[in-house]
């Protein structure tokens, strides 16, 4: 059996490059930026006023000084002069500086009285004008690649561009097996579970920028499962549920390959998930998971999440924190062992508690558990207090 790292590393080799295309800003939320984006404009244009005020020359900037008010300028409706010495213009929060003009002083700190203003006793430091390109100049980069958060789309909005380049979202098709599943609402016979796991690896899929298609539950048969595939044409990656291991029902691996899939693997030192597979299946990616809830799940963190992250033209790695373990733990086995655990805090680093079942086909604990901790293959014993890996749920 290959190692996780083994197995992310040849899952990563099968990812093919991200494909461009160019959306309009609206449909780029959460899209993965593929090219560093260009400002074609200063921001701001011009040296702004930061607040309500007058504009005056730095000259004219001492206590009592009055001031003839020569005009106005107000956001989006510049000064058309230049500020003569001795004289101020009403200005307004965004609107252009006049030329001339050097600071702008806060209306509260002025009187005014007809067509003049008196400047205060006390005098400010700041200036209140933003300069031209402080935010950002024409030709300055969001760098890429990176997903777009409802931040970069404003700043993409205020680089005045319209449109950007992100990568195709890759098309996903679940494929459940088993004779035991029935979709969740249906009658299921005396025998029979609800098929849940799709649920969860559509939503999480979805949410790292794929589409999902979730074709039928695919039954215990070749005939079942080669329909299935067949169904799930054109996809980019094919994930199958269950029918992985060994038992004499478990044909996935075995259509798969009649199909023509090259395996890059079948088992890892992992659990849970040791059943997993991967290849490539005509155009598409396939991740074989195991059917066991939990063991399906924590796969798709470890290895689809990265594979879907890879294919939009990010890092695909899953993300380790450093915790301290909050029990002794016993040595661990020849499998890496990601167990569910809870965190609470600590000073400084977190505590971890791994639950004292890690069965992974309990669902409803995965719920209560918001960290793996990572148990590297025949890690030794572990102390209270020692300090360990964990991933993020
Ligand atoms: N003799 C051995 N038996 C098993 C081994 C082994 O090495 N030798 N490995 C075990 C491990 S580890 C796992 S994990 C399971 C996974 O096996 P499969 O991938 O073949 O999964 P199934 O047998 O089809 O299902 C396992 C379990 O999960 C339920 N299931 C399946 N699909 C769904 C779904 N979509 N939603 C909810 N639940 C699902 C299924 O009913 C079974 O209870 O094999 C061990 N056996
Ligand atoms: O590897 Mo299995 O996923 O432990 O139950």
Redesign the pocket.
């Known amino acids: 059996m290959i190692s996780v790292a083994e197995a992310l590393a040849r899952v990563l080799a099968l990812a093919p490059q991200a494909v461009p295309e160019q959306v309009a800003l609206r449909a780029a939320a959460g899209r993965v930026l593929l090219y560093p984006a260009l400002a074609q404009r200063d921001q701001p244009p011009f040296a702004a006023s930061a607040m309500d005020g007058y504009a005056i020359r730095e000259a004219d900037h001492v206590p009592g000084a009055v001031l003839a008010v020569a005009g106005e300028a107000g956001a989006g409706h510049g000064f058309a002069g230049s500020l003569a010495p001795g004289t101020a213009v009403r200005i307004f929060t965004g609107a252009p500086v006049p030329a001339g003009a050097e600071r702008v002083v806060l209306q509260e700190d002025v009187s005014r009285d007809g067509g003049r203003i008196t400047l205060g006793d006390k005098l400010e430091a700041q200036t209140h004008i933003r300069p031209q390109g402080a935010d950002f100049r024409a030709g300055d980069a969001l760098e890429a690649p990176r997903r777009l958060r409802p931040v970069e789309l404003a700043l993409l909005a205020s680089m005045n561009l319209p449109e950007v380049s992100v990568a195709r979202r890759p098309e996903v098709a679940i494929l459940?097996?088993?004779d035991?599943?029935v979709m969740p609402g249906e009658d299921p016979g005396p025998d029979q579970?609800?098929?849940?796991?799709?649920f969860a690896l559509a939503a999480m899929a979805e949410a790292a920028g794929a589409r999902v298609r979730m074709l039928p539950i695919a039954r215990d048969s070749e005939a079942s499962l080669q329909q299935g595939f067949a169904l799930a044409e054109g996809a980019d990656v094919i994930v199958t549920?269950?029918?992985?291991?060994?038992?004499d029902h478990?044909l996935v691996g075995k259509v798969a390959a009649d199909l023509g899939m090259e395996r890059a693997f079948w088992k890892i030192a992992m659990r849970?998930?040791?059943?997993l597979m991967a290849g490539r299946l005509g155009g598409a990616v396939m991740l074989g998971l195991?059917?066991?809830?939990v063991?399906s799940i924590v796969c798709a963190h470890l290895f689809l999440l990265p594979l879907l992250a890879a294919m939009q033209g990010l890092p695909g790695v899953v993300a380790t924190r450093r915790a301290v373990l909050a029990e002794d733990l016993p040595a661990n086995g020849p499998r890496a062992h990601y167990m569910r655990s809870r965190l609470e805090a600590g000073d400084g680093l977190p505590r971890i508690t791994p639950f004292a079942s890690q069965d992974?086909?309990r669902l409803r604990l995965l719920t209560e558990a918001v960290a793996l901790l990572v148990r590297p293959a025949e890690d030794g014993p572990r102390k209270a207090g020692d300090v360990a890996q964990y991933i993020t749920l």
């Open positions: 459940a097996t088993g035991e599943l579970i609800i098929a849940s796991n799709s549920i269950g029918g992985a291991s060994v038992g478990d849970p998930g040791k059943p195991p059917g066991n809830p063991s992974s086909s």
